[in-house]
């Protein structure tokens, strides 16, 4: 979680989550989900762009939206939220 949510170093907020979206199981997903429901705003745009970039750039949309809709039934609510920005995220790329 310190990667995806590194006060520091946006690219490295950027580059993990790019490479958890390019995974694609619910597992990688849901870690993203989770640094989501806690990240700043600023934070928050840089996972945008590093999941935007990896759906975008693999034609990932479904596999993506496919996790998100798994986690909308997670147990945890920020999981959930998470998985729901996530999925709006996926929705809004136009793939």
Do not use: F, Y
Not at 51 to 65: K, R, S, T
């Amino acid at each position: 979680m310190g990667l995806l949510l590194d006060v520091e170093d946006t690219a490295v907020t950027r580059q993990t989550a790019e490479a958890l979206a390019r995974v694609g199981t619910v597992d990688a997903i849901r870690l993203i989900a989770l640094a989501v429901a806690e990240a700043d705003d600023n934070q928050g745009d840089w996972l945008q762009t590093g999941v935007h970039d990896a759906i975008v750039g693999l034609g990932g949309v479904p596999v993506v939206a496919a996790a998100c809709g798994k986690l909308a039934r997670d147990p945890e609510e920020a999981v959930r939220r998470g998985a729901a920005a996530i999925s709006a995220w996926a929705d809004d790329t136009g793939c």
